[in-house]
């Protein structure tokens, strides 16, 4: 059985507010190793003002930062990490393969393939539709 995650459970549990809460829903997985997260991209967001006007296209290091966030959640619904602030420490192997545009829903999967102490690194990628926009690797430390 997984767990559906709203925004406002969200806040409860990762320190992002506006601007910088990029993801809208998180589905986690019972084994609390993986999990799908959920991004409306919508036109009015602040920062297609200055990513290419007239051709608005979500820039890569949001993409990233969202997919974190989702890994975030995964692992601060742990037991052992409730009440925690997780920090980037690394990213990997990222690549970006599809234009993501207003309008555009970015499914975002996460597993969290080690975990040591408060050492980590997930796997994720991010989807429009069926197509894969972005994949790579990030490692994160908890304190």
Sequence with gaps: ????VNIDEIMEI??????FLFVDKVIVEEDGVRGTGFKNVTVNEYFFQGH???NPVL??????????QVGSVILLLREDFKGKTPYFAGIN???????VKPGDTL???????KLRGKIGIGQGKAYVGEDVAAEGEFMFAID
């Design 14 to 19: 990762i320190p992002h507010r506006s601007p």
């Design 52 to 54: 290419f006007p007239g």
């Design 1 to 4: 059985m997984s767990k559906i």
């Design 59 to 68: 820039p890569g290091v949001i993409i990233v930062e969202t997919m974190a």
């Design 107 to 113: 499914r975002i999967e996460v597993e969290i393939t």
């Design 93 to 99: 192997k990222f690549r970006f393969k599809k234009v």
